[in-house]
């Protein structure tokens, strides 16, 4: 098939080398700008190396983005891992029109943080969606799904690096033979079972020690590796990362009042909750990297009975 692809980072960059990789032509990428300061984008440089004309729009709703796609010729549009809007005017100009990824079974978990809120919920699946976008945000038909479950100790980082990043890109695939093939079904999807969630940033991601064990560890492994759960100590931001549970089955089991760090090892320290403890193996503290929590425990002079939340 020729083909054009829009996305951007990682999850685009393998999906470029699955299509070209088996034969398929790849007649141009649209990816977001490089922002200033960041690194640059892994889509645009794999298409460059490729000899791929690639299109770095500020946006996609422009006359100019339609033009460049028209010129391509292209059979099928693949958005990958893509942030900008784009408009169904555009999306319709491929001969076979366009299909997309999303990381969650449609209808259920619309929006951009699709990931980290099943975990962050307590759900037991997940999977993914590749469907055809319209104007509606994640309201397309349904072409394929795919589902993976998620474990009790699954973090945002299992989940999609382990299952739905390579799980998304074969389905990329499968979904564009399918169209090849004249055997694609797109089923438009119930919008009275849907759900919307916004962003998973900064202010959702805020530990309150006075919520059950359960509901912290949830939280703290859906946003692991971002965007990190945090709580304070000394009035800055502390990042908390590869984290375990361990639920107690009376009051008397714990060793301390929520929040306070009740032990400190070799490799990680605990934290009191109602219902267990929180144990947590590397933290990140202010605007420091990653760091071992006994290494940060030695350094800030974390011991036992130190209050974490101020």
């Keep these: 098939m020729r083909i054009a692809i829009l996305g951007q980072q990682k999850f685009g960059k393998s999906v470029l080398e699955a299509f070209t990789g088996r034969g ?41 983005a339609g033009e460049i796609l028209r010129g391509m010729a292209v059979d099928l549009g693949v958005m990958a891992y893509v942030l900008q809007f784009a408009p169904q005017h555009l999306t319709s100009i491929p001969g076979h029109g366009t299909i997309q990824y999303h990381p969650s079974l449609l209808p259920c978990y619309r929006g951009p943080s699709a990931i980290n809120w099943p975990i962050i919920r307590g759900d037991t699946r997940t999977g993914l969606t590749i469907f055809r976008p319209t104007d509606g945000l994640d309201e397309g038909p349904v072409i394929l799904q795919k589902e993976t479950p ?7 980082g299992s989940v999609y690096f382990d299952r739905l990043f390579p799980m998304g890109v074969a389905a990329l695939v499968e979904a564009a033979d399918l169209i090849a093939a004249g055997r694609a079904r797109a089923t438009p999807q119930d919008h009275s079972s849907a759900s919307y969630e916004g962003w998973c940033r900064s202010a959702e991601a805020k530990i309150n020690w ?7 560890y949830d939280l703290i492994r859906g946003c692991d590796p971002a965007p990190g759960a945090w709580t304070l100590w000394n009035s800055e931001k502390l ?27 070799d490799r990680s320290f605990r934290v009191a909750a109602h219902g267990g403890e929180i144990e947590v193996s590397k933290v990140k ?11 940060f425990c030695a350094e800030a002079g974390i011991r036992a009975g130190t209050l974490l939340g101020q």
């Design 24 to 64: 398929d032509t790849v007649a141009g990428v649209f990816c977001a700008p490089d922002k200033a300061g960041a690194a640059p984008d892994p889509l645009r440089l794999a298409a460059e190396s490729l000899g791929i004309p690639v299109h770095q729009l500020p946006s996609l709703r422009t006359a100019e």
């Design 150 to 156: 998620i474990g009790p100790d699954d973090t945002l």
């Design 210 to 216: 006075h919520t059950h064990v359960d509901l912290l």
């Design 239 to 265: 990042q908390l990362f590869d984290t375990r549970k361990h639920a107690v089955r009376a009051f008397s089991q714990v060793s301390g009042n929520v929040g306070t760090v009740t032990t400190v090892g």
């Design 285 to 295: 503290h202010g605007d420091r990297g990653k760091v071992p929590a006994s290494q």
